[in-house]
């Protein structure tokens, strides 16, 4: 498996990936896949200044991406980030996640960031949901993210009521710095 920095040239395959969960899961809050444009889109604005990265497998094929944006768009928040991960559904657990967000932080690390969140959706409480396990926030408490708070049912899809906890982990050492 080798990191590979992503392109709009790997929207397609990407996608493909993402729809998965869209369409299947709460993972996701969107309720449609975005158009191929769309999808584009995002790739271009978000590698203008933050890492997004793929996991290649030996025979060319994706087996996930992850991805920096802006945590928030006011200058004050310049040395935080949010953070995604997607990875191809018959590729789970396979140590593709790990692989990624690892690269991920080094990359952020190495450009200043000090700070990663994570919005996951969770199910707060609730048992034996078909389109929600606690694999994400398990997966980013196994990575060295801690629950800074949860929003509770702010989101519907398949007709039910979803929470989203946001997690945290400082990724760099936090000094007090000129304006």
């Not at 191929?36 to 793929?54: D, G, L, N, W």
């Not at 030996?58 to 920096?68: H, L, P, S, T, V």
Request: aromatic content about 12%; charged content about 25%; some cysteine.
């Amino acid at each position: 498996m080798r990191i590979e920095n992503v392109t709009p040239a790997d929207a397609k395959e990407l996608l493909e990936i993402y729809s998965y969960y869209v369409l299947n899961t709460a993972v996701s809050f969107e309720t449609t896949p975005p158009s191929i444009e769309e999808f584009i889109s995002r790739i271009e604005t978000y590698t203008v200044k933050y890492p997004y990265i793929k996991a290649v497998d030996e025979n060319g094929k994706i087996a996930g991406f992850a991805f920096a944006h802006a945590f928030r768009e006011r200058a004050a928040y310049d040395k935080s980030v949010e953070s995604s991960i997607y990875v191809d559904k018959d590729s789970r657990r396979k140590g593709v996640g790990r692989l990624l967000y690892t690269e991920l932080e080094n990359r952020l690390k190495a450009d200043g960031y000090l700070n990663m969140y994570a919005c996951v959706a969770t199910l707060d409480g609730k048992e034996n949901d078909p389109y929600l396990t606690e694999a994400s926030p398990e997966f980013h408490r196994k990575m060295g993210f801690t629950s800074s708070g949860v929003l509770h049912n702010c989101g519907i899809k398949f007709g039910r009521w979803y929470s989203m906890m946001w997690m945290e982990k400082i990724i760099g050492e936090h000094l007090n710095q000129e304006d």
